[in-house]
């Protein structure tokens, strides 16, 4: 029997196990944040938001999911509004 785990909050995050293929738009052993995309997760790809500052779909087996505490989450969503609000 499957268990499934429940995440409290939308935002995901991911390590870069490989980037052969995209060296220039990920930085291996890098965290990155994943965005939601059920579409994209059912053909194996994860939408992760990469160097360049934008969200673009990786292979999902580049990336290993990691669960954070969540006031670190917190603070890094909050690093990331602050990043996204300074560039635009």
């Known amino acids: 029997m499957a268990t499934t785990t429940r995440r ?12 052969a293929e995209y060296p ?5 052993h890098k965290l ?18 990469d160097e360049s500052g934008e969200d673009y779909l990786y ?5 290993v999911p990691v669960d954070l505490p969540r006031n670190t ?3 890094l969503n909050r690093a990331y509004r602050a990043a996204s609000h300074a560039t635009a």
Do not use: M, Q, W
């Open 59 to 63: 292979p999902a087996d580049y990336f």
């Open 32 to 49: 990155y944040r994943v965005i939601p995309d059920k579409e994209a997760e059912r053909h194996g790809d994860l939408r992760v938001v």
């Open 73 to 75: 989450v917190r603070v």
């Open 24 to 28: 220039a738009s990920l930085e291996l």
């Open 8 to 19: 409290t909050s939308a935002s995901r995050f991911a390590i870069c196990v490989d980037n």
